[in-house]
């Protein structure tokens, strides 16, 4: 599993900008199995996503994020092993 830590780089109105673009990516990338959780830092500095994909599809769908593709965020991806979860989340446990 991967864990996608994003943090701004530009001003709070280019993010806004490009949020749209974003959020439509990220629907998108949801439907195709991407991604199993997404949300923002709080206080809202960037944003972090939760990946059960393998490491090519995750980095093909990142290079396709408005955020990546306009110079937004800066992406940091961390492979996280989860070997213990609360129940209800077995599907997040690393086969």
């Not at 199993?36 to 709080?42: E, I, L, Q, S």
């Amino acid at each position: 599993m991967y864990v996608v830590s994003l943090t701004y780089k530009v001003p709070e109105d280019i993010v806004e900008f490009h949020l749209a673009g974003h959020v439509e990516w990220l629907k998108n990338a949801f439907d195709d199995g991407v991604f199993v959780a997404a949300g923002r830092k709080v206080p809202r500095t960037g944003g972090l996503l939760l990946s059960r994909a393998d490491r090519q599809t995750l980095d093909g769908s990142l290079a396709k994020d408005p955020f990546y593709v306009n110079g937004v965020a800066d992406f940091e991806v961390m492979e996280f092993a989860a070997n213990r979860v609360a129940p209800g989340f077995e599907n997040l446990l690393d086969t």
